[in-house]
């Protein structure tokens, strides 16, 4: 498996630069880091007193890397979980905080496993998460990234300013969509035509 460093590499990658869309509840945001995830970290990087879209430009690539290594890996614990389910989670820890953990523990409750659903990676999902991968070594993953799919779905059924995220507007699968389809085994992926099928009640 790629090492963490490799992982938040891709993710920043993945993410791309300053961004600052008036539909994303995030704001101002450069490579996947938002504005206000810097102002939780006091992150004042031209020390001005504020933290403001300034600072999010002064973000550097390197900087985001570290972040999401210290707070979006090594803080929820996702070293903790099975190693096949690390890099999907860490994806989606970026792009949803604590929901990405959620979505993790809904679908071990669906496995068979007695948990809380709190979004926090303690001793008990720890524990269901490896019974789980134990069950099921060869699904698991694709099972999270489907779920994860679901859920982004579900998203932008109850927010319309989202649904230009999940479906582009030629009617095919939107970053989210790809996104989650990045950890899911091909077979797996849904046909343009189930995408369309799926999404066609946004009109």
């Known amino acids: 498996m790629r090492n963490v460093r490799q992982l938040a590499e891709e993710i920043v ?11 994303d509840p995030g704001g101002a945001t450069n490579f996947g880091i938002t504005i206000h995830t810097m102002r939780r970290l006091g992150l ?3 020390g001005d007193g504020v933290i403001d879209t300034a600072d999010v430009r002064a973000l550097t690539r390197a900087q985001a890397v570290d972040i999401f290594i210290r707070h979006y890996f090594e803080g929820p614990r996702i070293a903790a979980l ?14 949803a905080g604590s929901n990405a953990v959620r979505i993790l ?12 659903v709190d979004g926090a990676i303690g001793p008990q999902t720890i524990r269901a998460a490896h019974a789980a991968a134990a069950a099921a070594p060869s699904h698991i993953a694709d099972a999270y990234g489907i779920a994860r799919r ?5 998203l932008a059924d109850g927010r319309p300013a989202s649904r230009k995220y999940a479906r582009r507007r030629d009617g095919g699968k939107g970053g989210w969509i790809v996104r989650a389809e990045e950890f899911i085994a091909p077979r797996y992926h849904l046909t343009l035509a189930q995408h369309r099928e799926r999404t066609a009640a946004w009109g």
């Open 13 to 23: 990658a993945r993410e791309g630069g300053y961004v600052n869309d008036p539909d």
């Open 44 to 46: 004042d990087l031209n």
């Open 82 to 95: 099975p190693e096949m389910l690390q890099p999907s989670v860490f994806d989606m820890y970026v792009n």
């Open 105 to 116: 523990q809904r679908l071990l409750v669906q496995m068979g496993q007695d948990i809380v």
């Open 150 to 154: 679901d859920y982004y779905y579900a």
